[in-house]
């Protein structure tokens, strides 16, 4: 079976790193993400990565402090992740490369888009740290930003959740998983697929989402497969 899509950005939420314990890092729970990822890999896809970095640190949730050094120890937190997740995909034999959006040049390469777009070429997988460098900016919208400079056939964003429901599914034993909605639904109906800001910028470029469950991260594979996975959201 051949994948439909050649180029993906995977969106990982911090969260899905940290397994049970809901902070830190669960290395096993990186390790099996990253076979999954590996797979996929192995079938040809080029693969770019956005992490976040709730499982440390939320700029938003962050009380007191100045907004913009809450989010600046946000995007470090992305960066710990990033480095989890590669140092992973390298223990699996996968080629793999970090590139931050703040420069820390000792521990991972500067973000530099057609550096980026060569080793996905090569069969490279990207992971893309510290979101999109700038404060009041969550990851979801670094990877709609990242999708469109590397030119993504599609964005996977990786949930908790099977997809968008019509309802609640916590409260309504009668709420429907949906197969697809468009961007102007998700904005309209302020659904928690993404943040408005990520909505936008995946609508003005034409860049379609798919929201699946990472629980049994394989979904990944099926999704790239064309099983009937999650929901996705497109124009
Ligand atoms: N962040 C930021 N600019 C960005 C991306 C992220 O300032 O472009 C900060 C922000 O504080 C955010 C944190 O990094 O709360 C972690 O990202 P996010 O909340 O998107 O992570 P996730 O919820 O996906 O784990």
Same mark, same amino acid.
């Given at each position: 079976m051949q994948p439909i899509y050649k180029r993906m950005l995977l969106k990982l939420s911090g969260e899905a790193l940290a397994g049970q314990q809901k902070f830190g890092l669960d290395y096993d729970v990186v390790l099996n993400i990253c076979r999954s990822i590996k797979k996929c890999a192995d079938m040809g896809v080029e693969i770019g990565i956005v992490v976040g970095g709730g499982n440390f640190w939320r700029g938003r949730s962050s009380g007191k402090m100045d907004r913009t050094r809450a989010d600046h120890m946000g995007m470090l937190a992305t960066a710990i992740n990033a480095l989890a997740l590669a140092d992973a995909l390298e223990q699996l034999g996968v080629p793999v490369r970090v590139q931050t959006a703040i420069s820390m040049q000792q521990v991972a390469e500067p973000y530099i888009r057609n550096r980026a777009v060569r080793h996905l070429e090569k069969g490279r997988v990207v992971i893309f740290g510290c979101g999109t460098g700038n404060p009041f900016f969550s990851t979801d919208t670094a990877a709609a930003l990242r999708a469109a400079e590397i030119d993504a056939d599609i964005i996977m964003k990786a949930t908790n959740v099977d997809g968008v429901y019509d309802a609640d599914p916590n409260k309504n034993p009668d709420a429907n998983k949906l197969d697809s909605l468009t961007f102007l639904e998700v904005l309209s109906k302020e659904l928690q697929v993404m943040d408005s800001t990520a909505a936008s910028l995946c609508k003005d470029n034409k860049i379609p989402i798919l929201v699946f469950n990472? =629980?049994?991260? =394989?979904n990944i594979v099926s999704a790239l497969l064309g099983e009937n996975i999650g929901t996705i959201v497109k124009e």
């Open positions: 990472l =629980d049994n991260p =394989d």
